[in-house]
């Protein structure tokens, strides 16, 4: 069963403007990290940002920052001030901490920044 | 600055063939996996390994063997290359603490099945 849903598969949005993009996982595990990588057009990818299940507080990093609503088991990417260079495609993660787990990723976000 | 490094980068191969993908990591951690990116699927883990010698199985392991010869070092393996397994392969490294987890990519290695 998927572990990590993105339920929009494509985003487009203008230069400047603000997006957030949806994350809903499954977990019966306390402590877990949540994490968002994008995906460059080069092929790279990147990480972003991490949440931890037993931090409550607002993670933010440069222009991103998250949304973490634990009760309802979702995460959102908030990205402001858009660029074009912001165009890739973005991946939530997952990592159950119990058990010698791995990260497990949903199947991704493709933005469109338009000049 | 933490490294990952994949070889090859492209491979093409016939349907019975066999591959190797292989990474290294000069990151010092003891986690790698091994991923495959599809289109509508996101990455799916294929295997992963939390030190020298061990192997955990992933997700979708059918059709791949994998080792972890070092600490550095962790190789995919598909003997008998079907045109399914056509897709970019990631690999990566992370390891567990207080104030760190993100796993840190290789650039990738797409493998097409002829």
């Known amino acids: 069963a998927q572990k990590v849903i993105q339920v929009w598969s494509t985003a487009s949005r203008q230069e400047g403007e603000e997006l957030t993009l949806d994350c809903s996982y499954e977990?019966?595990?306390?402590?877990?990290?949540l994490f968002w990588y994008k995906h460059l057009l080069s092929g790279e990818m990147v990480f972003l940002i991490r949440?931890?299940?037993?931090?409550?507080a607002k993670e933010r990093s440069g222009r991103y920052s998250v949304v973490f609503q634990k009760s309802l088991k979702s995460i959102s990417l908030v990205i402001s001030a858009l660029q074009p260079d912001d165009s890739g495609k973005y991946f939530c993660a997952l990592w159950e901490l119990e058990n010698n787990n791995a990260p497990r990723f949903g199947a991704g976000t493709k933005l469109t920044v338009k000049p | 600055e933490a490294a990952v490094t994949q070889s090859p980068r492209n491979k093409v191969t016939v349907t019975g063939g066999n591959v190797t993908l292989s990474c290294r990591q000069t990151n010092s951690h003891n986690y790698m996996y091994w991923y495959r990116q599809d289109t509508g699927h996101g990455l799916r883990l294929i295997h992963y390994?939390?030190?020298?010698?061990?192997?955990q199985i992933g997700d979708v392991p059918d059709g791949y063997k994998a080792t972890r010869t070092t600490q550095e070092d962790f190789f995919l393996l598909l003997e008998l290359a079907s045109p399914s397994q056509t897709s970019l392969y990631f690999c990566?490294?992370?390891?567990?603490?207080?104030?760190?987890?993100?796993?840190?990519f290789g650039p990738g290695t797409r493998l097409t099945v002829l």
């Open positions: 390994s939390y030190g020298a010698g061990n192997l």
């Open positions: 977990t019966s595990q306390v402590l877990y990290h």
């Open positions: 990566a490294s992370s390891d567990l603490g207080a104030n760190y987890a993100e796993q840190f």
């Open positions: 949440q931890m299940s037993s931090s409550t």
